[in-house]
Every structure is written in structure tokens, then in C-alpha cells.
């Protein structure tokens, strides 16, 4: 991605695509775990990485890069439900925890050993932490926090759309001399694809040449967070949010009370958040999170992009605003026109009747 | 080690900036420290340049300053509602070079302004308040403290041109409290427009531009006047009412900023234009009543925080930059012959004023503040009466001139009463010889 | 110690805003800032230099006006400041950039030995949190994203302990100098400058390093040349094809705006309904 402004080339560029380079063939996603765990942005990343491979008429692969063991086993089972034809395994001692040397190494060494045309990663801490010192080892364009992958049809390289100019804009962003291209995804911004129980597919072992000597970095502790109580927005299934036009800050009550009937979580715009009614973990947008509920309850948010980014892929959204103009009106899919005040509690207390509804007849 | 200069200027606008850039071109060390983030942030205007103020600072200035339209045109509109009733003067005079007045966009501009005044010499430092004078056991003005750790820096004289609202000069006692009427609170808009379109709506070339200034209606009932003038591509449109009737009538600057940009006149003006900047301002409206003293031992008081503003004829920034460099001048002249500067010898700052038109203009309007605020009908009742006169003797619809003549006095008789009119009469000349 | 802060300059986001309809970028006026990012790594920094004693030099790669960002950085307490700027360098992506960058860095430690390089986490107007772990590579620095502590720093030993933020928890790292650290946001709040502070930036003769003073000699892999992406396109998001249905009842009472909204959603959206089964 330019860092200076740089007007879009008005031609097609020539490709050049070294000869060398035009046998890179594939579809990689970087499966990043943690603790027993795979990050969901790994599987989102594989069902549009599945996409791309279709389109490419090439593999999808899973990568993973873990300490020996069972584990390792079972992340590229999941990959395997998740779309992916086969995965790159790598196990050493060293790759215990995250830790950008011996990742770096490993990931790179893989991409010249087998040589895929695309890796993905997720715009996670430890996405973004290894894509940049990966793509610059292998002196590759990478893309950050694309919101849209695809393939051009008339070249076969990959498009990477995301946003710029603070979220007012997107661009299309393209690598067409270098490779792999590099793109990261920040979480839930695709879709969890569909799991396929019992789908296989075949693992490639590949020896990591590293011992601890050779590390500098070493791990000390590892802490973990507290996740009680913490907001857990972007896999939360109902969220009513609130913004600016609920006026003062006491009047966003109305809002827990509405997620508290809805068993929601409570999200905010960035004006709010930035005014203190909400803590940040709650900001939904460009520069929060990114949200897929099923249902998602926007009061007093007027619908701007930065806030839109983070919250259109949600099934079904509800927008009341008093402003009849308001863009959020433009997305939503169902819309009131009113005072939040009274708006709010007479869904509330619809939402709790209907609730009671479903009970007794369930 | 604190810092030591021959001077320092407290403020970055237009009376700061005059006073700082002659004083280093003429070879002081000056110190200029600005409050805002840059200069000119804190500082709005319609904006109208006066050239003859900046010619004497910078007499090239013409060369590289951000100037907008040089003005050829100027529209009085006295309004009613639904109308008004005006005079144009144009004359192809002021298109000939140099130009006597431009439009420009202040926050351009006092870039510049600032740019100019550091190559002069002078070290500018922003995003720093002096909250309070320095004073030895005399009581004479040695230096500044500002609002940041180890912020004592001293001067043999310090030029307070920190504003309308200067709390320094208010601290220091140099000012009383800024009275709601001495004050009008001005806002203003900034339309974009393509240039083209300015030029073809105003019936002006490449270059020239129309100012047109608004009283009536406009205001209701309050004392104030309206302006709009025309940029490169944008117009500047804006209202100023006294503070004191603002508060009294609980209306917002805004919404009357608002129902001006309606006016059936005004609107087409506007058409399609793209408001991008909104800002707003006090303007010292106390005339010369309101003049505080502006020298002492160690330090003067230049722009609007004399309260420098000619009301009548919508002059602030020239009188601000004439004051600001008659400031900066009579230091100079002290420090050549090697006088201090004491109350006495910075007296001469004020004598200089007196002999200018900063001094003489203000004297001859001013009683003009105090008659208008107690006679609103020169806001109401006349350009009500007046437009209503020329929508009578224009339409033609049949009634005889003479009886529509009648008509009119009748209509002048009953709102203002023969009485009233002499007296307004009277009133005006007094306000305006 | 000599610590090293890469800044860059960027149109404030935050009041850039888009015509709605001619769909041009309206940046008039908009006025540039230090990346707010950057101040984070900036004011780490100056308490290391508080604690350790030393200096700070900041850098940055960018066009003549960049110069402010770098004047407002010594403002607060930064001790030298070096502007890289070169046309050469216009149209760069991070590839390009950190390449110029690490180059700079490399001539920088010839002339006083470097201990720590510190860069923000990412920018407003780029947001691809790059650069740094591209410089920490082409210098064969450790690399120590989103720190949120400088828990220890050895300066004999060569050592230092941070907690940086990952996935799920915190990781307490150990690593040794030079090595480059990229700063959370929220872990400190920069100073307020000091008067002296103040006038030293507004002195200070800025350096400029053109690409030969910088250290560079290949020109393929700086600016546009050496930027493997391209923009291939800027656009607005297309609208939805489908604007909201408005909700209306004829008395307009709010209890039965949501009794009919609730019907309508759970008609047309299964998926809620099951979610609110779920809740029941």
C-alpha cells in the first residue's frame, strides 16, 4: 500500500512477472493458533482462501508453525474442515510460543521451498507482526487490512480492496511483479465458512533448522487476560450499539437495558467511546472492531463509513434515528424514524414479551 | 539561564505579527509567542486585506502573500425580509494596480504572515500562553511567564497583541472586564465554489472581487451588520451583533447566520456552494469610549486588545497592523537614542496614534455605538420603511406617482413620527461628523 | 543511549471528509499532524532517556513540509532531528520505505552508535503496521511489536525485558539491544514540553538527508520503483442496493413501532428468530 498519495495508474501496468516467479502456484493461509486454540480469523481466511483457489484453479494450503505434538495434527484436521487441501507443517521446539525470528524463518523458508502465489494472514498481533518481517525478507508487496479479496480475471493476480483517506474511501491494491502476494484480514471481517466434518487432506513435513541457541528473544511468562466480564463483541451474535444521538450520556441505560433483555452485547460508535460513555473494547467501526452479529440494534448512530466498516456484514440491522436523512438509513434493513428515548424501551419491553412468547411455545 | 530579548511580542495575528516583523528587520531580537498551534489559529476575520497598513510593514508584500480577489466592487444592502434597497459602487479605478483592497482567507494568510516575520528574524513559538507579566520591585513590565516549566523569559518591553480577549492585559490590570457591550460575537462561513461561477455570478474577471456589506433586518432588531465578500473559489458570508442584544434576545449567532443565508438575495449567491469552514469571533465594537490605557513602564498594547476596531467602516485588521508597527516603531526609536522604556518615553506610542487615523477615526464615530444600541429603529423600522418605499414607487400597477409619494410619508410618519424622524436625522449627523 | 524514533507525518484523518458528490477527498485545510501513533514510541523514548541519561534522535521520511512533525518532536523534549526527504522517494510503499528508512538508520549508528529503535504501531493514513518490522529485518534488529512496558533495560548487559500484547494475554519477552520496539497506543501520555525545550525547537537547524547523504545508492529499491504494490483504483463503497424499510404504524405509538418491527425481523430473518429462541 503506497504510504504517499500516488494517483491509481490510469493504464494497466505491464506485467513482468519473472519467469521464475510465474510458477508460484497456490493458496496459502497462515493458520495462526495459540494455547490449543486456532484463531477464527484463520478459518474465515481459509473459506475466502477457498475462493481464491477455486477462481485460481489452484490449492488452497493451511501453514503451521508449532512445537512438536499432537496439537500440530489437529490444527491441519481443522484446516482440512475449513477448505484446505493440504497444509504445511513445521514443528520445532523453538516454535513453542510466538516469537518473530524462528516464525519468520520458518514461514519464509516454506514460501521459497513450495512457492505459493498468495499468502494470507490474519491482522492479528501476531499476523501483522510476522507479515511485515516475512514480506520484506522475500522483498514482496503485502496489503494490510484488506476488507475484499479477489482474483483478476485477465492476469490471475490477486486484488486486495481495503480502506484509505481515514475509511472514506477504498482502494484496490494489486502485487503484480513480486512473489507470494501478501494480504492480512483483520478478524471477522470475512465469513466463518461452513465446517465439513470428516474432509481430509494431506500434510507436508518440513524440518525447521533452528535450535533455542539460535534464538536471541526468549519468553519469560506468558499472561493471560481475564476474560471474564471483558466484552466480547466480535463473535457476539446480538448487539445493540449507541451513538452521539442519544444525547447524554445517562441515556445510553437504555441501551444495556435493551442488550440486557436480548442477553446482547452493548457496542458504541467512536465518538462515544472517544467522549467516555463507553469503554474502547465496545467501539464498533473502522478503528474498533469488527462486528457479524445476526442482529444488530443502531441507535442514535448516524451511519458513517468509519462506523458502517465495522458492522454491514451483520445479518439483520435495525437503525432508529430521529434523523430521517441519516445514512445508517441507506444500509440498514429496517429503520425507525423517532426519539430513541421512547423507541428503545418499547422494544424492550416488546423484545421481552416476544421472549416470553417463544418460551411457552418452546 | 533564562532567556533575555530586546522585546517581546504576546500574539500572532495581525497586530503581533506587524509589530514583531519591524521590530526584527530592525535588528531586536524579538521573541513572538502565540497561543494556538499556529499563528492565526485563534484568529478570524471576514477577511478584508487593507493594503495602504501592510504596504507600510511590508511594501512588497504583493509579491508572494495568499490574496484572494483584489476588490472592485462594493454593495451596501440595506434589508428588509423579503428585500433590499442598495447602492453599488464599481469603478474600473480599483482595477488598475496596486490594488487598494483585497479578500483573503486569514488561516493562508497568517501563514505567511508568520513566515515573513521569522525570515525578518524573529523566533515564533506557538502553543504557549504567557499567563502573566513580570514585573520588578518597581512594578515596571520586565518579561513574561508563560504556561510551560522554566517559562520566565525577560525583555526590556513586552507588546500585548494577544487579542479581544485578553486576559493578560485584564490581569495585569491594564483593562477592565470586556463588557458584553463593547463586544459584537461575528460568525462566519466559508462557501466553496468553482471560481467560475463566482466570477459569472458577480459579473467580475479573473482576479476581482465584490464586498458586500449588510445592515437591517438582517439583524432583527439587533445592532449588527452582515457581510459577504467573494475569495478565489469560495465566498465568505457572515453576521455580527452585539453581544449585549444577542444575550438579551437569547438568540444563537448561528441561527442568524442561518436565516441571512436564506434571504431570497442572498441564497442564489450561495447556490451550490460547499460550506467547509465555519468560524466564530468577538470583534471589540466599543469604539473610541472603550480604549484602555495602552502603554506603561515596559510594555504597549496594540490591535484588538486596545480594542482598535472601527466599527462603521468594518476596519480592524488595518488599524490592528497600524498600530501593531507604531508599536514596534516607537521602540525602536527609544532604543536609538538610548532611552528606556518607561511610561514616559513609550507615551509617545499614544501620541503617534493620536496623530494617525487609528485615533481620529475612532474619535469622529465615537458616539456612533452608544446611539445606535439605544436606537434600534435604524435596524428595524427604516429599512423596513425604506424598502417598502421603493417596492411602492417601483411597481406599476395603475395608482398615480403623486399619491404613492403620499403614500410613503404617511407610512414614515406613522412608524417614526415627523418628531422621531428629526431627531434620528439628528442623531446620524451626530454620529457620523 | 541513544534511542532512535522513526515519525511520520499525516494529513489529520479525522477531518478529512469526502464530497458527496463529486466523491473527491476534501483535505482543504486539513492540517498535518505527527501520527498519533508515533507519540506513544516518542514519549517512551524521552523516560528512557529521563531514566538513562543520553539522547533521542528522531527521523523521519517525507516531503520538505515534514519538517513541523519533526520541530513539534523536538518540541517535547527530543534532542536531534533528521529529515530524509528526496524525490526519489515519492510514491513509496512500505517496502520502499523502510528500505530508505533502515539505510538512514545504518548511516545514523555510524555517527553515534544506536541502542534502541522505536517506531509507533502504524498510521492513520497507511494503517499497515509495516514499516517497523520491515526496518527491524533489512537491519537484522529483534523485532518487539505491540510493547506495552519496558519492564527492564540493561544497558551494559545488552538486555531488555517488555510485555507486549498478544492474542489472549500478554507476553513477557527478553531480547537484547539493538533491537527495534513498536509502541502500543495508551501506555504512556506525552509530555507537556518545557520552555527550554520550546526554544530549542524552534532553533534547531534541521538536518536534511537527501538519498546520498542517507546512504543509498540503489535507486530501484526506493519510491515508486521499489514499491512491489500499486493502487490500481480509489473509490467510494457502493451503496446498497436496498435502502432500509421504514417502520410506521398509524398512531405512531412506540409500543407499536417495535411490536411491528419484531414481526417483520423474525418473518424475514430465520436466523434472529432462532437467535432469540435461543434466549427465550
Known amino acids: 500500500m503506497s504510504e504517499e498519495t500516488q494517483a491509481p495508474a490510469k493504464k494497466k501496468r505491464k506485467i513482468v512477472l519473472d519467469e521464475r516467479l510465474q510458477a508460484y502456484k497456490g493458496v496459502w493461509v497462515f493458520v495462526e493458533h495459540e494455547r490449543g486454540h486456532i484463531h477464527p480469523v484463520s478459518l474465515e481466511l481459509l473459506g475466502e482462501g477457498r475462493k481464491l483457489a477455486d477462481s485460481l484453479g489452484a490449492e488452497l494450503a493451511g501453514v503451521v508453525l508449532s512445537a512438536p505434538g499432537d496439537e500440530a495434527k489437529e490444527y491441519c484436521n481443522t484446516a482440512f474442515e475449513y477448505g484446505a487441501d493440504l497444509c504445511y507443517l513445521m514443528q520445532n521446539e523453538v516454535l513453542r510460543d510466538y516469537r518473530n525470528d524462528p516464525f519468520t524463518r520458518g514461514l519464509t523458508e516454506l514460501v521459497n521451498t513450495y512457492q505459493p502465489e498468495i499468502l494470507l494472514l490474519g491482522a492479528t498481533t501476531q499476523g501483522r507482526d510476522l507479515a511485515g518481517s516475512v514480506a520484506t525478507t522475500l522483498k514482496t508487496g503485502l496489503t494490510a487490512d484488506c476488507t475484499g479479496l479477489e482474483i483478476d480475471p485477465e492476469n490471475r493476480s490477486l486484488l486486495s480492496t481495503r480502506p484509505t483517506f481515514g475509511g472514506s474511501l477504498l482502494c484496490t491494491i494489486v502485487t503484480l511483479n513480486y512473489r507470494p502476494q501478501m494480504a492480512t484480514v483483520r478478524p471477522r471481517v470475512m465469513a466463518m465458512p461452513e465446517q465439513q466434518p470428516g474432509r481430509s487432506g494431506r500434510i507436508i513435513e518440513h524440518p525447521l533448522a533452528m535450535v533455542e541457541t539460535d534464538i536471541v528473544t526468549k519468553v519469560l511468562e506468558f499472561i493471560a487476560d481475564d476474560t471474564r466480564d471483558k466484552p466480547q463483541l466480535p463473535f457476539a451474535d446480538i448487539i445493540v450499539a449507541g451513538g452521539r444521538g442519544l444525547g447524554k450520556p445517562e441515556n445510553f441505560q437504555l441501551i444495556w437495558d435493551l442488550a440486557r433483555v436480548l442477553g446482547a452485547e452493548v457496542g458504541g460508535s467512536r465518538p462515544v467511546v472517544q467522549a467516555g460513555w463507553l469503554e474502547l473494547d465496545r467501539q464498533v467501526g473502522q478503528s474498533g472492531k469488527t462486528v457479524r452479529p445476526k442482529l444488530y440494534i443502531a441507535a442514535g448512530i448516524s451511519g458513517a463509513i468509519q462506523h458502517r466498516v465495522g458492522m454491514e456484514s451483520a445479518d439483520c440491522i435495525i437503525a432508529i434515528n430521529n434523523d430521517p436523512n441519516a445514512p445508517i438509513f441507506d444500509f440498514a434493513h429496517y429503520g425507525i424514524v423517532g426519539d430513541a428515548m421512547t423507541i428503545l424501551p418499547a422494544l424492550t419491553e416488546a423484545f421481552r414479551q416476544k421472549l416470553a412468547t417463544l418460551k411457552q411455545a418452546g | 539561564m533564562s532567556e533575555k530579548f530586546d522585546a517581546i511580542v504576546v500574539g500572532a495575528g495581525p497586530a503581533g505579527n506587524a509589530a514583531a516583523y519591524t521590530l526584527a528587520k530592525a535588528g531586536l531580537s524579538v521573541l513572538q509567542i502565540e497561543r494556538g498551534e ?112 522554566e517559562g520566565k523569559i525577560y525583555a526590556d518591553v513586552v507588546v500585548l497583541a494577544d487579542g479581544v480577549n485578553s486576559t493578560l492585559a485584564r490581569k495585569a490590570g491594564f483593562r477592565p472586564e470586556l463588557e458584553p457591550k463593547h463586544v459584537a460575537l461575528a460568525v462566519k462561513e466559508i462557501h466553496f465554489l468553482p471560481k467560475e461561477t463566482v466570477e459569472s455570478r458577480f459579473n467580475i474577471q479573473k482576479g476581482q472581487g465584490v464586498v458586500i456589506e449588510m445592515m437591517g433586518k438582517l439583524t432583527k432588531g439587533m445592532m449588527g451588520t452582515g457581510f459577504l465578500y467573494t475569495n478565489n473559489d469560495s465566498i465568505s458570508v457572515g453576521v455580527g451583533v452585539m453581544l449585549s442584544d444577542l444575550m438579551r434576545q437569547k438568540m444563537t449567532p448561528y441561527e442568524l447566520l442561518e436565516q441571512t443565508k436564506n434571504h431570497p438575495s442572498i441564497k442564489p449567491l450561495l447556490e451550490g456552494g460547499e460550506m467547509k469552514e465555519y468560524a466564530a469571533h468577538l470583534i471589540p465594537e466599543g469604539g473610541y469610549h472603550a480604549i484602555p490605557q495602552v502603554f506603561g513602564d515596559g510594555w504597549l498594547i496594540a490591535g484588538d486588545s486596545g480594542m482598535f476596531v472601527n466599527a462603521v467602516h468594518r476596519e480592524g485588521s488595518n488599524l490592528a497592523m497600524t498600530t501593531g508597527r507604531m508599536a514596534a516603531e516607537t521602540i525602536i526609536d527609544l532604543r536609538a537614542s538610548g532611552k528606556a522604556m518607561s511610561a514616559a518615553n513609550l507615551a509617545e506610542y499614544r501620541r503617534r496614534l493620536d496623530d494617525s487615523f487609528v485615533i481620529k477615526d475612532m474619535k469622529k464615530y465615537k458616539d456612533l455605538p452608544e446611539i445606535f444600541h439605544s436606537n434600534n429603529q435604524f435596524f428595524t423600522t427604516y429599512p423596513e420603511l425604506v424598502n417598502r418605499s421603493a417596492y411602492t414607487m417601483l411597481t406599476v400597477d395603475g395608482v398615480d406617482k403623486r399619491s404613492k409619494e403620499k403614500e410613503i410619508f404617511a407610512s414614515f410618519r406613522e412608524q417614526r413620527s415627523l418628531f422621531g424622524m428629526l431627531g434620528d436625522a439628528f442623531k446620524l449627523w451626530r454620529a457620523f461628523r | 543511549m541513544h534511542s532512535v524514533v522513526c515519525i511520520k507525518q499525516v494529513p489529520d484523518s479525522a477531518q478529512i471528509r469526502v464530497h458527496p458528490v463529486t466523491n473527491t477527498i476534501m483535505r482543504q485545510g486539513v492540517p498535518a499532524i505527527i501520527n498519533p501513533y508515533d507519540l506513544f514510541a516518542l514519549e517512551e523514548a524521552l523516560r528512557l532517556k529521563d531514566r538513562f541519561g543520553g539522547k533521542v534522535t528522531v527521523i523521519t521520511m517525507g516531503p520538505p513540509q515534514a519538517e513541523t512533525a519533526l520541530r513539534k518532536a523536538l518540541s517535547f523534549g527530543a534532542d536531534d532531528a533528521i529529515l530524509i526527504t528526496d524525490k526519489a522517494f515519492a510514491g513509496a510503499d512500505t517496502l520502499a520505505t523502510s528500505y530508505a528508512l533502515a539505510a538512514a538508520l545504518r548511516k545514523l549508528n555510524e555517527l553515534t552508535p544506536v541502542d534502541l529503535v522505536f517506531t509507533g504501531k502504524q498510521t492513520i493514513d497507511g494503517d499497515t503496521a509495516q514499516v517497523g518490522p520491515g526496518i527491524a529485518k533489512r537491519l537484522e534488529l529483534q523485532l518487539l511489536t505491540y510493547v506495552s512496558r519496558i519492564v527492564e533495560l540493561d544497558l551494559d548487559q545488552r538486555t531488555i525485558v517488555v510485555e507486549r500484547r498478544a492474542e489472549g494475554g500478554v507476553q513477557v519477552l527478553k531480547s537484547s539491544t539493538p533491537c527495534l520496539i513498536t509502541m502500543l497506543e495508551g501506555t504512556n501520555q506525552m509530555r507537556f514540553g518545557t520552555m527550554p525545550d520550546m526554544f530549542r525547537a524552534a532553533r534547531y537547524e534541521l538536518q536534511q538527508w537527501d538519498r546520498t547523504a542517507a546512504g543509498i545508492d540503489d535507486v530501484t529499491k526506493i519510491g515508486l520503483k521499489g514499491s512491489p504494490t500499486i493502487v490500481s483504483k480509489v473509490f467510494t463503497p457502493t451503496p446498497r442496493a436496498k435502502k432500509a424499510e421504514m417502520i410506521t404504524v398509524e398512531n405512531g405509538k412506540p409500543a407499536d413501532l417495535a411490536v411491528e418491527l419484531i414481526a417483520r425481523i423474525t418473518k424475514s430473518f430465520p436466523t434472529v428468530e432462532k437467535e432469540l429462541a435461543k434466549r427465550a
Open chain 2, 38 to 149: 499556529a499563528p492565526g489559529s485563534k484568529n478570524v476575520q471576514g477577511a478584508i486585506l487593507y493594503s495602504d497598513a501592510l504596504e507600510r510593514i511590508i511594501p512588497d508584500f504583493r509579491e508572494d502573500a495568499p490574496l484572494e480577489r483584489h476588490i472592485i466592487e462594493q454593495r451596501m444592502w440595506v434589508m428588509d425580509d423579503e428585500s433590499y434597497i442598495g447602492t453599488h459602487f464599481r469603478s474600473n479605478d480599483f482595477s488598475k494596480p496596486p490594488h487598494n483592497r483585497y479578500t483573503i482567507i486569514r488561516a493562508k494568510f497568517d501563514k505567511w504572515f508568520s513566515k515573513k516575520v521569522q525570515e525578518a528574524g524573529a523566533l515564533v513559538i506557538c502553543e504557549t500562553t504567557v499567563k502573566e507579566l513580570l514585573r520588578d520591585k518597581t512594578g515596571k513590565v520586565i518579561g513574561v511567564e508563560t504556561d510551560r516549566t
